[in-house]
């Protein structure tokens, strides 16, 4: 995949490529979800729980998935994050203020309404960042559907918005889902960051080194307790992004480097395996009054309302303040529309659900079936709602 570029030579901001990569992703993410759930209530239904379970090297293949190639997600994740905030969309204040607050009122308004639906006797509290996280290439998948009705500027407010969201989910997991930690191993992951770091420092530009010692770090982080996957963030903040007032983004940067050569593998391979192997549950023997269950209630309406409101809510509140401008072109229902899109918690969502709930499979497919509710009515009440829109009145032809 060729990178693009400016007229003058300077690469664009991925912020600015990715929609159109996570968008293609998405489609394939949507199949590959769509494929495990018929694969799950099939004659091959059994199979396809014995495979995931099945042992290799130690691991499960669900454990190889979910704790392996999750981590290379993550990375790509952590790249995205230090590339936007050095030189990109997040790289000043006034950028990172609506996405962020965005961000915020969309991981704090589905926390609040699952807590509501599970804090009384029978409910499961420690679910509550379930919901908390939005899939972009989920919620740009659904955008690129709508074509030009959608201005590009929503759909980069979009992605910054899911990237500071992944940085909170970041956080959450490894404050709020690491289990009993091994200091011996942590210790020599703290080691091997300390390395990482200094490589970083005396100018050390050769990737081999920074991803054998990633892999190192990511097996002394899988022995510590805290979550693997965590470590490809961590390896992702070290990587080098050569930054100077005239070159703020150098092509033959490390950073630049590996995100372009991994962005198509996770877009296109990891996730969707990960999807097909997170989404598929039986509904054998499942009744519609489980539907209202605390769990799948929870996340159906924290994913349907609480990011919703939680977003549309925290953004209109920055902008009436002066703080933030409606994005260009953009209309206040279309900036509904895409709050809406946020609702769409697809990856990450199953992701926490398994930290939260490791040992209960009944727990885990009621998160799935949540998880799915609640991303269905997201997507579909924002393309209802963004195709139906028009743009403002003072809305001029794009530039390309």
């Known amino acids: 995949m060729s990178s693009p570029r400016l007229a003058q030579g300077r690469p664009t901001s991925v912020i600015r490529a990715f929609p159109d990569n996570a968008?293609?992703?998405?489609?394939?993410?949507?199949?590959?979800?769509?494929?495990?759930?018929?694969?799950?209530n099939s004659p091959l239904g059994m199979v396809y729980v014995d495979t995931l379970h099945a042992y290799i090297g130690g691991l499960s293949v669900l454990h190889w998935i979910n704790d392996g190639l999750m981590a290379v997600f993550f990375l790509m994740v952590g790249l995205e994050i230090k590339r936007e905030v050095i030189d990109g969309q997040l790289s000043t204040w006034p950028r990172r203020v609506l996405p962020g607050t965005a961000a915020l009122g969309g991981?704090?308004?589905?926390?609040?309404?699952?807590?509501?639906?599970n804090m009384g006797d029978g409910g499961y509290p420690k679910g509550w960042a379930i919901p908390a996280a939005t899939d972009i290439a989920f919620a740009l998948g659904v955008l690129s559907l709508l074509g030009s009705r959608v201005p590009m500027s929503l759909k980069v407010f979009l992605t910054a918005l899911a990237i500071i969201d992944d940085l909170g989910a970041v956080v959450i997991i490894a404050l709020f889902y690491t289990s009993s930690i091994n200091a011996m191993t942590l210790?020599?992951?703290?080691?091997?960051?300390?390395?990482?770091?200094?490589?970083?420092?005396?100018?050390?530009?050769?990737?081999?080194?920074?991803?054998?010692?990633?892999?190192?770090?990511?097996f002394l982080v899988l022995?510590?307790?805290?979550?693997?996957?965590?470590?490809?963030?961590?390896?992702?903040?070290?990587?080098?992004?050569?930054?100077?007032?005239?070159?703020?983004?150098?092509?033959?940067?490390?950073?630049h480097k590996l995100e372009h050569a991994i962005q198509p593998w996770v877009m296109f391979l990891i996730v969707p395996i990960f999807g097909f192997a997170n989404a598929g549950v039986s509904f054998a023997g499942m009744s519609l009054g489980q539907l209202a269950d605390p769990v799948p209630l929870g996340v159906a309406a924290g994913l349907f309302l609480g990011k919703q409101l939680g977003?549309?809510?925290?953004?209109?509140?920055?902008?009436?303040?002066?703080w933030a401008e409606l994005p260009t072109y953009a209309s206040w229902r279309q900036l509904y529309g895409v709050a809406l899109l946020c609702g769409i918690g697809f990856t990450m969502s199953l992701f926490i659900g398994v930290l939260a709930f490791p040992d209960s499979v009944l727990l885990q497919d009621e998160v799935k079936i949540g998880v799915l509710l609640g991303s269905l009515l997201s997507a579909t009440a924002g393309a209802i709602l963004l195709r139906s829109s028009k743009p403002r009145a003072d809305r001029i032809a794009e530039p390309a």
């Open 23 to 40: 968008s293609s992703g998405g489609i394939v993410l949507m199949v590959s979800a769509a494929l495990a759930l018929i694969v799950a």
């Open 107 to 117: 991981m704090i308004g589905p926390a609040v309404i699952f807590l509501a639906f």
């Open 187 to 218: 210790a020599g992951a703290a080691a091997v960051i300390v390395a990482l770091v200094a490589m970083n420092r005396f100018g050390v530009r050769n990737l081999i080194l920074y991803l054998i010692l990633g892999a190192v770090l990511w």
């Open 223 to 255: 022995q510590s307790g805290v979550h693997a996957t965590l470590a490809g963030v961590v390896l992702a903040l070290t990587i080098p992004l050569k930054k100077t007032p005239t070159q703020p983004d150098d092509m033959q940067s490390p950073l």
């Open 311 to 322: 977003v549309f809510a925290a953004a209109a509140l920055v902008i009436r303040a002066g």
